[in-house]
T-cell receptor
Framework: GDSVTQTEGQVALSEEDFLTIHCNYS??????LFWYVQYPGEGPQFLFR?????EKGSSRGFEATYDKGTTSFHLRKASVQESDSAVYYC????????????FGKGTKLSVKS | AQTIHQWPVAEIKAVGSPLSLGCTIK??????LYWYWQATGGTLQQLFY??????VESVVQLNLSASRPKDDQFILSTEKLLLSHSGFYLC??????????????FGHGTKLSVL
């Protein structure tokens, strides 16, 4: 079945540091790939998506590039802020009638000022 | 603009007691509706989805049931809660046409503690 692996369970950075959260997936064909962000006590919010190889998604300074060769969709940001502290989820949708999103385990980002 | 409202915000229930959680979407006709469950500190797992009124599909078996009595309403329930039901329940919706790159819009969730 489909799966998403996020390598880092927690990431601790200082403001203006560079961020990378690794996401690798396993699915047949060309799944759509997503990043969601979840703040404490709230539901996840859509960040961006990509649907085909080499497509770059971006939002709020975050970006990720769909790489079918390495089955990856790593999240990056050049300069993080304290307000970026949250849990980030990588997810995929391999299609079908239920629009099912398969989520990774999430990465908790903590940014100190 | 579309809005999604979940109720209650939080519940503390005893093992073996019944449960009913609700979700209402306003501003969008015939949305696809979903229930997700998130264990404390864990990932999100899809439980149910519904494409239309009266039609609900189960994705995983967790001794829960779901119903869609109205176009804009989705209900999650069980007659007997288990300790393993504790967690965060999220309702979500997506636009009416099912495509593989659809984004989901989540509600704020209901925190359930079963004691």
């Amino acid at each position: 079945g489909d799966s998403v692996t996020q390598t880092e369970g927690q990431v601790a950075l200082s403001e203006e540091d560079f961020l990378t959260i690794h996401c690798n997936y396993s699915a047949s064909g060309y799944p759509a790939l997503f990043w969601y962000v979840q703040y404490p006590g709230e539901g996840p919010q859509f960040l961006f998506r990509a649907s085909r190889d080499k497509e770059k998604g971006s939002s709020r300074g975050f970006e990720a590039t769909y790489d079918k060769g390495t089955t990856s969709f790593h999240l990056r940001k050049a300069s993080v802020q304290e307000s970026d502290s949250a849990v980030y989820y990588c997810a995929l949708n391999s299609g079908g009638s239920n629009a099912k999103l398969t989520f990774g385990k999430g990465t908790k980002l903590s940014v100190k000022s | 603009a579309q809005t999604i409202h979940q109720w209650p915000v939080a519940e503390i229930k005893a093992v073996g007691s019944p449960l009913s959680l609700g979700c209402t979407i306003k501003g969008k006709s015939s949305p696809n509706l979903y229930w997700y469950w998130q264990a404390t500190g864990g990932t999100l797992q899809q439980l149910f989805y519904s494409i239309t009124v009266g039609q609900v599909e189960s994705v995983v078996q967790l001794n829960l049931s779901a119903s869609r009595p109205k176009d804009d309403q989705f209900i999650l329930s069980t007659e007997k809660l288990l300790l393993s039901h504790s967690g965060f329940y999220l309702c979500a919706w997506s636009p009416g046409q099912i495509f593989s790159n659809e984004r989901l819009f989540f509600g704020h969730g209901t925190k359930l503690s079963v004691l």
